[in-house]
């Protein structure tokens, strides 16, 4: 009997232990956009999870207490994980982010996550890039001091809260960092911009110059840049709308010159309207030394006689460079 009872509690310790070596995770997706998520972290994927024959999803694995991100295959939610979390998600991914509900062992923290993002979602950082110094001070300060007062208030591991807590410390940072940086842009603002000189891909060279009497729209771009390629749709549907307008829509390439090819093939392959031009060497022309190009996309925009009116323009799909364009030109 002894013999028997020890071999019971062999395995009831072996499998508490083998609990606490991982964590279960479940979800329910209502018109899901795929039938694999994957946690992920950075760009390694920790876990792939298929959903089952009636389209959930659950799945036990060991794991690193941390902060990962859920992908559904469109979008990501941030989930914070460690071994020993029964965790259970409903969403309806039509609504990705406003329906995100946890249940279960680590519902607490999860859920604290899903509702920083929702508020995180709701601030319009744009707004507080254009206040002056002051403001924008006053702002970031204020939006700091409200995350951590809400951390602090809060009943999540502590774990968390460290880390939510240096990642706070960590965003205001780079937030002031930006604004620095775009206040810098704006020295430009309402000087005459230098002249460039570059090749255009239907033949010969064009020069700001030359356009004078028009706006220029201009678009610095590569086309290794994710983001600048994404930007196309828009840029091509503005130069559509905008047609016959007073107004130069003009694409400066700066790719290296290894992949100068590359730029002519792009060009003609995706369709590229308005005037593409490309700058070689393009780091060591007036034009972008003078406009401090330190990341693209980067949109400028000029005057009839050559004056910048917006030395960090907004980028085609922003809703506000129409407005802007349409009390110019109009």
Known sequence: MKKIVSFILTVFVSAAAIAQETMTFQAEIANKNGNTLSINSGRETIQKIEADANGNFKATFPIKEGLYQLFDGVEYANLYLKNGYNLKMTMDAVKFDETIAFSGNGAEENNFLAQRTLQENSIDFQTMLELDADGFNKASEALKAGQLASLEASKIDVNLKEMLK?????????????????QAKKKMNNVPAPNFDYENHKGGKTTLESLKGKYVYVDLWATWCGPCRAEIPSLKKMEADFHGKNIEFVSVSIDAEK????????????????????????????????????????????????????????????????????????
């Open 166 to 182: 240096k990642g706070t410390e960590a965003n205001i940072g780079q937030l002031q960092q930006y604004y620095t940086m775009s």
């Open 259 to 330: 992949d100068y090819e590359k730029w002519k093939t792009f060009v003609v392959e995706k369709e590229l309207t308005g005037t593409q031009l490309y700058a070689a060497k393009a780091n060591q022309t007036d034009f972008v030394k003078a406009f401090e190009v330190n990341s693209i996309p980067r949109f400028i925009l000029i005057d009839p006689k050559g004056v910048v009116v917006d030395a960090d323009a907004k980028r085609p799909s922003d809703p506000r460079l129409r407005e802007q364009l349409n009390k110019l030109l109009n």
